[in-house]
C-alpha cells in the first residue's frame, strides 16, 4: 500500500485507516463535518488576517465571493442591503 500522508509512520497511518473505516456511518460524517468546519474557520480567519479593520461581514461576504463566486457575493450583498432597509 503506498502511504496518503508523507509525515505519517506507514503504521500509524495504517492504524488510521483501519479505525476510520471500522466507524459508523454516522462517526465518518461528524468527522467530515468538524473537518470542514475547522477548514471553514481557518479560511475566515486567514482572510481576516489579511484584510485588517475590515468587518466580520465584509471578511463572511468577501469568503463568499472567493469560494461561491463573485456574482453569488453580490447577490448576498443585494439580499442583506434590502433587509437591512425593510
Known amino acids: 500500500m503506498s502511504s496518503l500522508w ?4 506507514p503504521e500509524t497511518e495504517a492504524e488510521m485507516l483501519r479505525l476510520l473505516r471500522s466507524a459508523s456511518v454516522a462517526r465518518r460524517f461528524a468527522l467530515a463535518d468538524a473537518l470542514t468546519n475547522s477548514v471553514v474557520t481557518l479560511s475566515r480567519r486567514a482572510l481576516a488576517e489579511c484584510r485588517p479593520g475590515q468587518s466580520e461581514r465584509e471578511i463572511q461576504l468577501e469568503w463568499v465571493g472567493l469560494h461561491y463566486g463573485r456574482e453569488l ?5 443585494d439580499f442583506l442591503s434590502r433587509s437591512n432597509a425593510g
Do not use: G, N, S, Y
Open 6 to 9: 508523507a509525515d505519517t509512520d
Open 73 to 77: 457575493e453580490q447577490e448576498l450583498r
